[in-house]
């Protein structure tokens, strides 16, 4: 069985503005010691997803349906207590993109973590303090002993993520979900930290969840990818397939714009037109409208998950065996060459 198996979750704010259905019906599971990369362009629904998992949606935001089962057991039916006391920090611990909001700066970075510690294990506080620079050399920070000892503010922005890491190693969760923990990192101290994830799942066998808007990450890190898109994923299956052979046209999009060393930055080809209202989303498929191969049907049918392989996945009309045109497939564009098109 998966670590994290979620099914048709669906978390809805309601705002003065009308409802806004942040997530509506996302599948998708983690299992032991794996990757999965969330993916999708900002206002997808990724954050909201991962935060629904922990209760950590603030009114007017709440999750109104699904089943989130970690390690066989209910998430969803967990009181906020319980949540607090038994998952979140223990089970499942969380690295954020901002690591300055996560860190208090009137304490040590040691004492920080060694309060983590103390809180979740029976060492005394000089056992905790040893454990909390155990961790942050893990974590690759050097003089660990002495670094321990001095305040957020004295670490770079990729130390300070590092710490953060630590942070979250601390009880030795089964499951780290990271939002865009590199976003605000420059490429190289990003890519540093993509590698210490790569140390941590071999070392531990946490398995990640990785939410990025940045395809080029996911290829660094993910096993299996989720591509949301407005509250849905529409496409989820191994990183090799969904780069391969993407299925869903917005992930044939997507695949496009990935910058690799044969696929160089000319031909980076950024969606066109901007994501619709969560508060009144397209009939049928949700992706029709800036869809260049959606057909009719895609306004009046909800797209279910056709099935490419038994873990290839793709919510799009196109693959239903009774659609009697060719699957679509969109064509590599050159910007400025010479390719027919
Ligand atoms: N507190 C809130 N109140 C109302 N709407 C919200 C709230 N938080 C999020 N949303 C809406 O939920 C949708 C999903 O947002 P979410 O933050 O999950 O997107 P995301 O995919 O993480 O984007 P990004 O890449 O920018 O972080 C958006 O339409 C957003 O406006
Ligand atoms: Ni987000």
Redesign the pocket.
């Known amino acids: 069985m998966s670590l994290l198996e979620v099914s048709d979750l669906r978390t809805y704010?309601y705002?003065e503005g009308g409802i806004?259905q942040?997530?509506d019906g996302v599948d998708f599971s983690v299992n032991a010691g794996e990757t999965l990369g969330i993916v999708?362009?900002?206002?997808?629904?990724?954050?909201?997803?991962v935060?629904s998992l922990l209760g950590l949606i603030?009114p007017?935001?709440t999750v109104v349906d699904g089943t989130i089962t970690f390690d066989g057991q209910d998430l969803h039916s967990l009181t906020e207590s319980e949540l607090r006391r038994e998952i979140r920090g223990s089970e499942i611990s969380f690295v954020f993109q901002d690591p300055m909001s996560a860190l208090n700066p009137v304490y040590t970075v040691g004492s920080q973590i060694a309060e983590v510690v103390e809180h979740h294990t029976d060492r005394t506080a000089t056992e905790a303090w040893d454990r909390a620079v155990e961790l942050l050399d893990d974590v690759g920070i050097p003089d660990a002993a002495v670094r321990a000892d001095q305040y957020p503010h004295e670490f770079s922005g990729g130390m300070r993520q590092r710490v953060l890491i630590a942070m979250a190693l601390s009880c030795n969760p089964k499951l780290i979900i990271a939002?865009?923990p590199t976003t605000a990192l420059d490429v190289t101290i990003q890519a540093q930290i993509l590698d210490l994830f790569e140390e941590i799942q071999d070392r531990y066998n946490t398995g990640l969840i990785y939410?990025t808007?940045d395809l080029g990450v996911v290829r660094e890190v993910c096993d299996r990818v989720a591509v949301?898109y407005l509250?849905e994923v529409v496409e989820r299956g191994r990183y090799e397939d969904l780069f391969n052979d993407p299925k869903h046209p917005y992930t044939q999009m997507l695949m496009r714009s990935v910058v690799t060393p044969d696929r160089p930055v000319s031909s980076l080809d950024p969606i066109e037109g901007a994501m619709p209202?969560?508060v009144d989303p397209p009939s049928g498929c949700r992706f029709r409208t800036r869809c260049p191969v959606a057909i009719d049907d895609c306004s009046t049918i909800e797209p279910p998950d056709y099935a490419v392989t038994s873990d290839h996945a793709a919510a799009c009309l196109l693959y239903d065996d009774d659609f009697a045109g060719d699957p679509p497939v969109l064509h590599e564009r050159t910007t400025g060459g010479g390719r027919d098109e």
Do not use: N
């Open positions: 704010f705002t806004v942040a997530v999708g362009e900002s206002g997808a629904g990724k954050s909201v997803t935060r603030d007017p935001g939002d865009e939410v808007h949301m509250g209202s969560a």
